[in-house]
C-alpha cells in the first residue's frame, strides 16, 4: 500500500498521497511532519538512519498547513517531509560527511542548490541521513555515527552511500529523501531495500554551493522513494537550468521525449565482462524484463556494446585524486580523516596530472561511444547490484554466487553510468526467497530522464511493489 486510506498510518502514506489529502483537506502537513517524528522515534534506534534532526520543521509545518488552509501552497512539493544526505550542504544543520574532520571542521554554512530549491518549494526538511566517510564507500559506516543497518534484515547493509537515506524511507521516517549518486549511491542502496533510486543526467538538477567533488562531474543529486511517482514529484521540483552550472544548461538543452505508448527498443544486458551475479538476482531481473515484452517493447538480451575496461581499471584513480585535491585545499580535513582516506590521497598525489589526463581521455571516449549506441538502442536495462544485501559493517561482499570479487564486485553495474552520465533508475523486482530485496537498473541516453522514469511507472503499475514493506515494528 503506498499510502492514502484513512485507516493507514500518516507514516504510511506516499508523498502523492499527502499531497492530495494536503489538497482536499483530509490531512495536514502538521498532521504528517508528526508522524514522521514519531516514526523515527520508534524505528531509527535499530537502523541509525538519521545523524540529525530539525526542531524548526514543527514550525515549517505550521506555517505549510496555513498555505493549505489559504488555498496558497508554494508547489506540489509543499508539506511533504524529505530527508537530506549529510554530505548535501544545510544551513541549519551540520554537514559532516560521515568525517571527523567535517565534524571539527565544519563548511561555511548554506544551503546547496538542490536542498535550496527544494526548500523553496515547500519541502519539510526533518533531518540529515548517515553517510560513509566521503560518501567514497558501498555500504554506510563511519567514525563519528557508526553503522546504519537495513530496515529488511537488521544484521546486513542498506548499501552505500545513501544508506542511510534508503534505510529511512524504507522504515518509513520519511516519504522522500534527496541523495547523490556518484558511482551507483542511489541506485544500489534502493535496490537493496526495496525503493525506487533515481539518477537523473549530469546536470538535469543543477547543483552549487555544495562540498568539494571528489568523482569529478559523475556525482548527481537524486531523488529516493517508494514509489515512481513520489520520485517524480521531487524530480520536478528540483530540476532545471542554473547559470552557474553549464552542465545544467546542456541537459536542458537535450531533453528528450518518447510519445506515451511509442514501443522501445531494449538491450537488457544479464552481466558485465562475465562477472559473478547472484542467482536469485539474475532471475529476478530476467522475470522483470518480461514486463517490458508485455508493455510492447522489444526486448533483446546480450552483452553491452561498449568498451569499460579501461574506465573499470581506472576507477579506483577517480576518488584517489579528488581525494588529494581536496585535502591540498583543506589540510584541516586531512589531518583528523580516517587513515584509508589519508592514504588514498597519498595515492592521488602519486598519480599525477597524466593519470587525469588519461581518465579524462577514457570518459570523454564513453560518452562519445554512448552518444552513438543510442542511436541503435532506446533503452538498456541490467541488475542493478550483482549481490543482495551482506553484514552491515563489512565494506564489501567478498564474494558473489561462490567467486571471489574485490571492492566494487557488487557494484560492476552502476559506474560506468555515472562515467556516461546518463539517467538512470533503479526499481523493485520480485524479492529474494529471503524476502530480501533486489532491484533492476534502466538506463537511458543523456536527457532521456523523463522516458526513464515513465517505463519505469508502467512497470510499477503492471507488478506493484509499494504494498512490501520491511518486518519492522
Request: glycine share 10%.
Amino acid at each position: 500500500m503506498s499510502g492514502g486510506a484513512p485507516n493507514t498510518p500518516l507514516w504510511m502514506w506516499s508523498a502523492t498521497a499527502l499531497a492530495a489529502g494536503y489538497r482536499n483537506g483530509q490531512v495536514t502537513p502538521l498532521d504528517a511532519v508528526r508522524a514522521c517524528l514519531g516514526r523515527i522515534d520508534t524505528v531509527n534506534p535499530q537502523i541509525n538512519a538519521f545523524v540529525a534532526q530539525r526542531e524548526a520543521v514543527l514550525d515549517d509545518a505550521r506555517a505549510s498547513t496555513e498555505r493549505f488552509r489559504l488555498g496558497q501552497p508554494l508547489s506540489a512539493l509543499d508539506g511533504i517531509p524529505l530527508s537530506i544526505k549529510d554530505n548535501l550542504a544545510t544551513a541549519d544543520l551540520p554537514t559532516t560527511w560521515g568525517s571527523p574532520a567535517l565534524r571539527a571542521h565544519p563548511p561555511t554554512a548554506r544551503d546547496e542548490l538542490p536542498v535550496a530549491r527544494a526548500r523553496a518549494a515547500g519541502a519539510l526538511v526533518v533531518g540529515k541521513t548517515n553517510v560513509p566517510e566521503f560518501t567514497l564507500e558501498g555500504y554506510t559506516a563511519n567514525p563519528v555515527f557508526g553503522v546504519t543497518r537495513n530496515p529488511w534484515n537488521l544484521a546486513l547493509t542498506p548499501g552505500g552511500s545513501s544508506g542511510g537515506a534508503v534505510a529511512s524511507v524504507a522504515a518509513g521516517c520519511t516519504p522522500l529523501a534527496l541523495g547523490t549518486d556518484g558511482g551507483g549511491s542511489i541506485r544500489r542502496p534502493a535496490s537493496h531495500c526495496g525503493l525506487v533510486g533515481f539518477k537523473p543526467s549530469i546536470g538535469a538538477i543543477a547543483r552549487g554551493d555544495g562540498l568539494p567533488p571528489l568523482l569529478l562531474d559523475f556525482e548527481v543529486v537524486g531523488p529516493m522513494a517508494r514509489a515512481v511517482a513520489d520520485v517524480r514529484l521531487l524530480f520536478q521540483a528540483l530540476r532545471g537550468a542554473q547559470a552557474a552550472d553549464r552542465a545544467s544548461l546542456a541537459a536542458a538543452h537535450a531533453t528528450l521525449h518518447a510519445p506515451a505508448g511509442t514501443p522501445l527498443r531494449v538491450l537488457y544486458v544479464p552481466t558485465l565482462d562475465q562477472a559473478p551475479v547472484e542467482p536469485e538476482i539474475a532471475a529476478s531481473c530476467a522475470d522483470a524484463v518480461e514486463h517490458l515484452r508485455a508493455l510492447g517493447h522489444e526486448v533483446h538480451t546480450g552483452t553491452l556494446p561498449l568498451d569499460i575496461t579501461e574506465l573499470t581499471r581506472q576507477w579506483p584513480a577517480v576518488g584517489q585524486i579528488g581525494l588529494a585535491a581536496m585535502f591540498a585545499d583543506h589540510p584541516a580535513w586531512r589531518e583528523l580523516a580516517s587513515s584509508k582516506y589519508q592514504q588514498m590521497a597519498e595515492q592521488g598525489h602519486a598519480l599525477g596530472a597524466p593519470a587525469l589526463w588519461k581518465l579524462l581521455d577514457t570518459v570523454e571516449r564513453l560518452r562519445r561511444d554512448c552518444a552513438a549506441l543510442f542511436e541503435q538502442i532506446d533503452l538498456i536495462a541490467m541488475p542493478s547490484a550483482a549481490a543482495l544485501p551482506w553484514p552491515a559493517a563489512e565494506a564489501f561482499p567478498p564474494t558473489i554466487a561462490g567467486q571471489p570479487v574485490g571492492p566494487r564486485g557488487h557494484a560492476v553495474f552502476t559506474g560506468w553510468v555515472n562515467a556516461a552520465g546518463l539517467p538512470a533508475v533503479s526499481l523493485p523486482t520480485a524479492p529474494a526467497s529471503s524476502g530480501l530485496p533486489i532491484g533492476l537498473q534502466l538506463i537511458g541516453p543523456f536527457g532521456a530522464d523523463d522516458r526513464v522514469l515513465a517505463v519505469a511507472e508502467a512497470m510499477e503499475t503492471l507488478a506493484p511493489w509499494a504494498h512490501r514493506r520491511p518486518p519492522l515494528p
